[in-house]
C-alpha cells in the first residue's frame, strides 16, 4: 500500500470513529410533546426550550428568533387547550415580560431510556 492511500485509510477510519461517539441528533420539524410527558424545561439562552422527558429523552426547541426574557422569566404556552407542544406550530409566551415567541424544529438530543 502506497503512503498516499495509507493516510487516506487513516483519515477515514479517524473520521468514521469520531462520528459513531456522537450523540443522539434526530431532527423533526414538526414533532410534538405532549405536556403529561415533560418532566422539566430548562431555557439555556433566549432562542432555545430544552424539554426533559418523563422517559428519559431530551428534545431541543430551536425558536424561530430570540425570544426577550425568556431565560429570566420563563414561559408559558399561549393555546392553553391544546395537551402538547408541537415543532414549527405553537406559540409560546413569556412570563413577565409577556414576548410571544413561536416554536422551531425540535431536535432529540438523548434517547429515551431502554426499559421505557
Not at 413561536?102 to 438530543?109: C, S, W
Amino acid at each position: 500500500m502506497t503512503m498516499k492511500k495509507s493516510l487516506l485509510l487513516l483519515s477515514l477510519l479517524t473520521l468514521t470513529s469520531g462520528a459513531q461517539a456522537m450523540p443522539v441528533q434526530n431532527q423533526d420539524a414538526n414533532h410534538c410533546l405532549s405536556e403529561h410527558n415533560i418532566s422539566s424545561t430548562s431555557t439555556p439562552n433566549s432562542h432555545t426550550i430544552v424539554f426533559h422527558m418523563r422517559d428519559g429523552s431530551v428534545w431541543k426547541n430551536t425558536l424561530r428568533n430570540n425570544c426577550s426574557g425568556l431565560r429570566q422569566d420563563g414561559f408559558v404556552h399561549v393555546n392553553f387547550g391544546a395537551a402538547e407542544y408541537c415543532g414549527n406550530k405553537e406559540i409560546i409566551r413569556t412570563v413577565t415580560t409577556g414576548s410571544t415567541c413561536a416554536l422551531g424544529n425540535f431536535t432529540q438530543v438523548k434517547a429515551a431510556h431502554p426499559h421505557s
